[in-house]
């Protein structure tokens, strides 16, 4: 039987905005010694984005009022509702994969009645007697760079046999990508996948992504389009 599973990120790629920049920004967390310092060690390549994660969303443990606010901004990127209507017309199952915070993508998602398959990121949320819960996804013992495995996620897809579609825009999109069949991506996931000379096609908007799938769908549910992923994923480290 032909399987196709379809697994997108969420900030900046779903959603037309990046929604934890536009926290950190709005909370002017990313103004905190230790958040610069978080960062300077992460653009080092010292640590991954769980450290940077696990620094910088402590300071939204007592910012609950502040975070809805800015959900109220968040806006879809175009033809994500016509997306999502295809791929559940047709079977296709979605994944919501983010290294962001669980608390907004299911705000968000509840708020424009996104049907998905599932929804993986960090459990970082507000407990209903007013805690605050800061937690990873990453269950991958050999290797901890990232708070949400999403290499993990594409790889157990495919033990499943499921050919896979991966969009998305962003530096821990290149680890889950790495894995999958085709890649859709935009702005610093289509540069790092232009350096590492993969195959990929851009978007920009969903009805992108629909316009390569939707006269094809046939060949991607075989497993047989053309433009699949070309460069073996060599960075991800798992435990044999």
Same mark, same amino acid.
């Given at each position: 039987m032909s399987k196709l599973a379809v697994v997108t990120d969420f900030d900046g790629t779903l959603m037309q905005q990046d929604v934890g920049d536009l926290l950190m920004k709005t909370a002017e967390v990313e103004k905190e010694p230790a958040v610069v310092e978080a960062y300077r060690q992460f653009? &080092?390549?010292?640590?991954?984005?769980?450290?940077?994660?696990?620094?910088? *969303?402590?300071?939204? &443990?007592? =910012?609950?009022?502040?975070?809805?606010?800015?959900? =109220?901004q968040i806006n879809p990127r175009e033809g994500a509702a016509d997306f999502l209507d295809f791929c559940r017309k047709h079977g296709i199952p979605v994944t919501i994969l983010s290294d962001?915070?669980?608390? *907004?993508? =299911?705000?968000?998602? =509840?708020?424009?009645?996104?049907?998905?398959?599932?929804?993986?990121?960090?459990?970082?949320? *507000?407990?209903?007697?007013?805690? *605050?819960?800061?937690?990873?996804?990453?269950?991958?013992? &050999?290797?901890?760079?990232?708070?949400?495995?999403? &290499?993990?996620?594409?790889?157990?897809?495919?033990?499943?046999?499921?050919?896979?579609?991966?969009?998305?825009?962003g530096t821990s999109d290149y680890y889950g990508s790495g894995f999958a069949d085709w890649i859709f991506a935009r702005a610093r996931l289509a540069g790092y996948l232009e350096e590492a000379g993969e195959a990929y096609f851009p978007f920009e908007t969903f009805h992108d992504v629909l316009k390569v799938i939707e006269p094809d769908l046939d060949k991607f549910l075989s497993g047989e389009a053309s433009g699949k992923r070309m460069v073996p994923n060599t960075f991800c480290l798992f435990e044999e």
């Open positions: 653009d &080092a390549g010292q640590v991954g984005s769980m450290e940077v994660a696990r620094t910088s *969303y402590s300071f939204l &443990a007592d =910012r609950k009022s502040l975070v809805d606010d800015v959900i =109220r962001g915070m669980e608390y *907004y993508i =299911r705000e968000i998602i =509840r708020k424009f009645d996104y049907q998905v398959e599932q929804i993986i990121s960090n459990p970082i949320y *507000y407990t209903e007697d007013g805690g *605050y819960r800061l937690d990873f996804q990453n269950e991958n013992e &050999a290797c901890k760079w990232c708070g949400c495995c999403k &290499a993990d996620v594409v790889r157990k897809l495919k033990q499943e046999g499921y050919h896979v579609l991966y969009i998305g825009d």
